[in-house]
């Protein structure tokens, strides 16, 4: 099973969202990471065939996903970054509505709608109405939704969002589990998640691809680019306007900055090990937003 990704391009006008990307997807997990605009959900929406290509195709098992139509959406899950939901519906009459749309037949659909409130901790509430709901239990149950009719690609959009962090372990454990001989591609901002689970990762920066690697592949191009450095309380101010601060820590009546630079910040500086999160802000520096 393969998913082939070839010089894929969106343009909205003059703006170019996704420059021609390329990438091939086998089972596994795999993950997507960059700031908001970089062209994730873009990218992911013209995957699923939801957003037409201005040039560039994606096929699956070397057929194009366009021609597939309904083939494509049968083995095809989506989790949207807003999905939308009907608010009186019950948790249960939502995912059996959904099991329509996908032409899951009634009695296999109750029966998958029933394990899938178990599968994401909602089968205490799948009799509530979603307007109920907290912002994690929808994530949860839009999470469900994706699953229903087995996909053999999952296209996740900020699944975590909302989610607290027992709530991410569980769902990390459950992707992991779920992605041994299927194709899951998820976006998120939190990077721990990506670090967890993610067998391969893209960095996305201004619709194409910054980096892309193993876990430990990319955090090795981090190597030598993250320093420590001891300053004075009121020194932190300026070094917050002048560097990339990965993290702070206060001890002994000192400040601990984490930097994440090319070359050591100043002569006692030391270099410490390298995370994802380290490359993340060494693609994405703070001091760019300012």
Same mark, same amino acid.
């Given at each position: 099973?393969?998913?082939?990704?070839?010089? &894929?391009?969106?343009?909205?006008?003059?703006?170019?969202?996704?420059?021609?990307?390329?990438?091939?997807?086998?089972?596994?997990?795999?993950?997507?990471?960059?700031?908001?605009?970089?062209?994730?959900?873009?990218?992911?929406?013209?995957?699923?065939?939801?957003?037409?290509?201005?040039?560039?195709?994606?096929?699956?098992?070397?057929?194009? =996903?366009?021609?597939?139509?309904?083939?494509?959406?049968?083995? &095809?899950?989506?989790?949207?970054?807003?999905?939308?939901?009907?608010?009186?519906?019950?948790?249960?009459?939502?995912?059996?509505?959904?099991?329509?749309?996908?032409?899951?037949?009634?009695?296999?659909?109750?029966?998958?709608?029933?394990?899938?409130?178990?599968?994401?901790?909602?089968? #205490?509430?799948?009799?509530?109405?979603?307007?109920?709901?907290?912002? %994690?239990?929808?994530?949860?149950? %839009?999470?469900?939704?994706?699953?229903?009719?087995?996909?053999?690609?999952? /296209?996740?959009?900020?699944?975590?969002?909302?989610?607290?962090?027992?709530?991410?372990?569980?769902?990390?454990?459950?992707?992991?589990?779920?992605?041994?001989?299927?194709?899951?591609?998820?976006?998120? #901002?939190?990077?721990?998640?990506?670090?967890? /689970?993610?067998?391969?990762?893209?960095?996305?920066?201004?619709?194409?691809?910054?980096?892309?690697?193993? =876990?430990?592949? &990319?955090?090795?191009?981090?190597?030598?680019?993250?320093?420590?450095?001891?300053?004075?309380?009121?020194?932190?101010?300026?070094?917050?306007?002048?560097?990339? /601060?990965?993290?702070?820590? #206060?001890?002994?009546?000192?400040?601990? &900055?984490? /930097?994440?630079?090319?070359?050591?910040?100043?002569?006692?500086?030391?270099?410490?090990?390298?995370?994802?999160?380290?490359?993340?802000?060494?693609?994405?520096?703070?001091?760019?937003?300012?």
């Amino acid at each position: 099973m393969e998913l082939s990704i070839d010089s &894929l391009t969106k343009h909205y006008g003059s703006k170019i969202a996704v420059d021609c990307v390329s990438a091939t997807l086998k089972p596994g997990v795999y993950g997507l990471l960059g700031e908001n605009g970089a062209g994730k959900t873009t990218l992911m929406r013209m995957i699923c065939s939801i957003l037409k290509a201005t040039s560039g195709e994606v096929l699956f098992d070397g057929r194009d =996903v366009t021609d597939m139509g309904a083939g494509y959406r049968n083995i &095809l899950g989506y989790l949207p970054q807003d999905f939308g939901y009907y608010p009186d519906y019950t948790a249960m009459e939502f995912l059996r509505y959904m099991a329509a749309l996908k032409g899951i037949p009634r009695k296999k659909a109750v029966t998958r709608s029933e394990e899938l409130l178990a599968v994401t901790g909602l089968e #205490h509430v799948g009799g509530k109405k979603i307007k109920t709901f907290s912002g %994690g239990m929808k994530q949860r149950l %839009g999470i469900a939704q994706a699953l229903l009719n087995h996909p053999k690609v999952l /296209i996740l959009d900020e699944p975590t969002a909302g989610l607290d962090p027992k709530e991410r372990v569980r769902f990390r454990n459950l992707l992991a589990d779920y992605a041994g001989d299927r194709i899951v591609l998820l976006s998120t #901002h939190i990077v721990s998640d990506i670090e967890a /689970i993610a067998d391969y990762v893209y960095i996305m920066k201004k619709g194409s691809f910054a980096a892309q690697g193993s =876990v430990a592949e &990319l955090i090795a191009q981090a190597g030598g680019k993250v320093w420590e450095l001891i300053v004075e309380p009121r020194e932190v101010p300026a070094w917050e306007r002048k560097a990339t /601060i990965s993290n702070l820590r #206060h001890e002994d009546g000192h400040v601990v &900055l984490r /930097i994440v630079s090319d070359v050591s910040p100043a002569p006692q500086a030391t270099v410490c090990h390298a995370g994802l999160e380290d490359l993340y802000l060494y693609y994405f520096p703070v001091k760019e937003e300012n």
